[in-house]
């Protein structure tokens, strides 16, 4: 056994008070969807996605421009405005071009039928606004670089188109971002036709990119709120599962606290086999227990004031009648009583105090290995020499097998005081010229002491009554109030501190008297 006393720091309290400001099922909740959240966050980077196709079609609108500016160079009028009715249809692009004075000469839309149009937002339902809001938002939140809104300009000219002038200035292909109402983009392409200073324009709404984003961001979007909502249900199932049963263990340890309910009964939770079921047995199994101590401590104090009433009004009696009475011998037999009341009121109070202090100072001491029997050799040779024994002898058999030892872990004053108040007992109990006999023998792992006398012996229904408190029943001819009644129950308890036990049987070679049988755990 290691010492009992316990060492205790602040860490593990600082590290409780760091998670102990939330309540346990927000917590739960807390750690199960966190990383529901973080995966949510891949919808706001569906904007490196869109930047990579817009990238992409960046280079085709180039392509595109170039290889059209050359079929268109050279051919004749008529066979440029069928080139760009078919490119346009084809490709669902509008085409113009300008000539080296930036006059538009020919427009597709204008030529044929338009290939596409432009969304007009006043007709979208509340599904195409919130995508339109969820598109300004992460492009917010991702800091996306501004995009200009396209806007037809009025002049058909190409100085009206940036991209169209730094092509004409430069001489080579210029592509532009715009941004529509409706958050789809519109790439223009600016390139130079031929060597006269002609110039061609494409504009196309690729509104196949915003709906492969929008279409990836709403499937993960569901996703994650379907996964959300059964993590959220599980994470409440499984803080119900922690969280209920422990407030029922609140509310009955407060109830107990509080002693508004004397029988108020801590849920054992016998369906449960986990940590929480192991709690709520531990905690009912403590109120229990100290329940049972307040009961023994309500108990004591009945049975202290009840033994110490008595000497204190045979006390107050003696002290009262001392000054009305002038025969002699009376009063010194009334002094004598008084005296008798003090001596006996001195041993119940410290008795009393021992017996209180049994458990405290056991906890608190070092727990150190003890030969019994040295002890018990030294504490009988002392007794002899003070002649306490009362012409009883005292014999110790302490023989045991070779290598075996009869050494317990233990606090030595403790053990010593159960040695004391067995012997004392036997002794009390022996008839004057009777032999108590100490024997220690080691049994497993334990080291067994049996003390017998040669009194009347113990009747089998009254063996466990002999360990109560004040217990009064003592041998014919002894004097009352030489004992306390505490020496027994007194050395049961120490035994059990000790993790020992301590019981009253009849001898084992059937003669008359008494055997305690004292059984400790031996060292290792």
Not at 209 to 225: K, Q, Y
Not at 378 to 390: F, Q, T, V, Y
């Amino acid at each position: 056994m290691a010492d009992r006393k316990g060492s205790s720091g602040n860490g593990g309290s600082e590290q409780l008070s760091a998670t102990g400001r939330f309540a346990l099922t927000g917590r739960i909740l807390a750690v199960n969807i966190l990383p529901l959240l973080i995966l949510g966050g891949g919808l706001f980077y569906l904007d490196s996605y869109r930047t990579q196709l817009i990238n992409e079609r960046f280079k085709l609108a180039r392509i595109e421009a170039q290889i059209t500016a050359e079929a268109l160079a050279g051919a004749s009028r008529e066979r440029q405005e069928a080139l760009l009715v078919q490119i346009g249809k084809e490709q669902r692009m509008r085409l113009r071009t300008f000539d080296a004075k930036g006059q538009l000469t020919a427009d597709s839309f204008a030529l044929a039928e338009p290939a596409f149009r432009f969304n007009d937002t006043s007709d979208d339902d509340w599904e195409q606004r919130f995508s339109v809001w969820l598109d300004r938002t992460v492009d917010t939140i991702v800091s996306a670089e501004p995009v200009q809104d396209y806007v037809e300009p009025d002049a058909q000219q190409a100085n009206a188109w940036p991209e169209l002038a730094r092509a004409r200035e430069l001489g080579l292909s210029q592509v532009r971002l715009y941004d529509w109402q409706d958050g789809t983009p519109v790439i223009t392409a600016a390139v130079p036709v031929g060597l006269q200073g002609a110039t061609l324009l494409t504009v196309r709404n690729a509104v196949d990119i915003t709906e492969s984003v929008r279409a990836a961001r709403t499937t993960l979007f569901l996703a994650m709120l379907l996964v959300m909502a059964a993590s959220a249900t599980l994470s409440l199932f499984l803080a119900r599962t922690i969280v209920t049963p422990l407030r029922l263990l609140a509310r009955a340890a407060v109830r107990v606290k509080q002693g508004r309910d004397r029988e108020v009964e801590v849920p054992r939770l016998p369906q449960r086999s986990d940590e929480i079921g192991l709690l709520a047995r531990a905690v009912s199994d403590m109120t229990a227990a100290l329940r049972g101590r307040i009961d023994a401590v309500d108990s004591f104090a009945a049975d202290v004031a009840h033994e110490i009433k008595n000497p204190l009004a045979s006390l107050r009696n003696a002290i009262d009648t001392l000054p009305r009475v002038e025969d002699p011998a009376l009063r010194a037999e009334l002094t004598q009583i008084a005296a008798h009341d003090v001596r006996r009121i001195d041993r119940l109070v410290t008795e009393i105090s021992a017996a209180s202090r049994v458990d405290a100072e056991i906890s608190r001491a070092t727990l150190e290995r003890v030969d019994l029997a040295e002890l018990f050799a030294n504490l009988i040779a002392s007794r002899e020499n003070r002649g306490m024994n009362g012409g009883r002898r005292l014999e110790l058999d302490a023989r045991v097998p070779p290598g075996a030892r009869l050494r317990v872990m233990g606090v030595p004053t403790q053990l010593e005081r159960v040695a004391e108040n067995l012997i004392d007992n036997a002794v009390s109990f022996s008839p004057e010229g009777g032999t108590v006999r100490v024997t220690l023998r080691p049994a497993g792992r334990m080291v067994v002491t049996e003390v017998t006398d040669e009194g009347p012996g113990i009747p089998a229904e009254a063996r466990e009554a002999v360990f109560r408190r004040f217990h009064s029943d003592r041998p014919e001819g002894e004097s009352f109030g030489n004992h306390s009644g505490l020496g027994l129950a007194i050395g049961r308890a120490i035994a059990e501190a000790h993790d020992g036990s301590l019981i009253a049987d009849a001898r084992s070679d059937g003669a008359s008297g008494a055997c305690l049988r004292l059984t400790l755990p031996g060292a290792p």
